[in-house]
């Protein structure tokens, strides 16, 4: 049982909810709850980029596809997608 509780959702965003299923974290694997993991959505084409703007200035159609990938939060600090922020610049929340 954990005792001390950082922050008064738990990093996720459940509320009165449920569960809200899980979902796989694209770097490590682990399972983590969907409402707290990390959704980044980039889009992709097969076309290097350089060539893809060539072609583009001449009038042709890339095609690009959205990847979307979830992190857990540990993958998403240590990959730099999300910093650690000091408490004054933190999110205000409710008392706890
Ligand atoms: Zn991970």
Do not use: N, W
Request: proline share 3%; charged share 30%; with cysteine.
């Amino acid at each position: 049982m954990r005792l001390a509780k950082k922050r008064k959702s738990a990093g996720r965003a459940k509320g009165g909810s449920g569960s809200k299923g899980t979902v796989q974290c694209s770097r490590c694997g682990r399972m983590v709850p969907l409402d707290k993991a990390k959704k980044f959505t980039k889009s992709t084409s097969v076309v290097e980029p350089q060539i893809a703007r060539e072609l583009k200035q001449q009038g042709s159609y890339i095609q690009t596809r959205r990847v979307t990938s979830y992190y857990c939060v540990s993958c998403a600090v240590h990959s730099g997608k999300v910093h650690i922020r000091q408490a004054d610049q933190r999110r205000p929340t409710a008392k706890r």
